[in-house]
């Protein structure tokens, strides 16, 4: 079974893939810094696609309860401590779509505020 799946990467073009990663991550930060601009959130990744991996990390003050409501919508990201949310993109899989759709709940819970529900605020051990 793990020799059948490695055969497949003979097939896979990583530079394609690592294309398809910028142009997400690209594409997030913008979406984010247009639909999301005057809500506290903050560009942490390096903007230089060159100098960043198949992650985009933003600061904002309400980092934890913001990222547990975006996990309650099926938007899966982590929390880093003091103040950082962590996104994700797997490029094998991930579409445009997805990062649209994303960019949209995160716009929706910060516009309502519904980050403030006090159950988002409940520390777990896991983010």
């Known amino acids: 079974a793990l020799k059948g799946a490695l055969d497949i990467w003979d097939e896979v073009d990583l530079e394609a893939v690592r294309t398809k990663s910028i142009a997400l991550t ?9 639909k999301c601009n005057g809500y506290g ?14 992650q985009v990390s933003f ?3 309400h980092a934890y309860p913001v990222m547990q409501a975006l996990i309650e919508r099926g938007v ?3 929390f ?14 991930t579409s445009y779509e997805d990062v649209w759709r994303a960019v949209g709940i995160l ?4 516009r309502t505020g519904a980050w403030q529900e006090p159950r988002f605020a409940v520390r ?4």
């Open 80 to 93: 880093r401590a003091p103040a950082t949310i962590r996104f994700g993109f797997t490029p094998l899989y």
């Open 107 to 110: 716009e929706d819970i910060l």
């Open 41 to 54: 959130l903050a560009l942490e990744s390096p903007r230089d696609a060159t100098r960043r991996g198949s």
């Open 124 to 127: 777990a051990a896991v983010t």
């Open 59 to 61: 600061r904002h003050e």
């Open 26 to 34: 690209d594409l997030f930060i913008q979406l984010v810094e247009s």
């Open 76 to 78: 899966i990201g982590d």
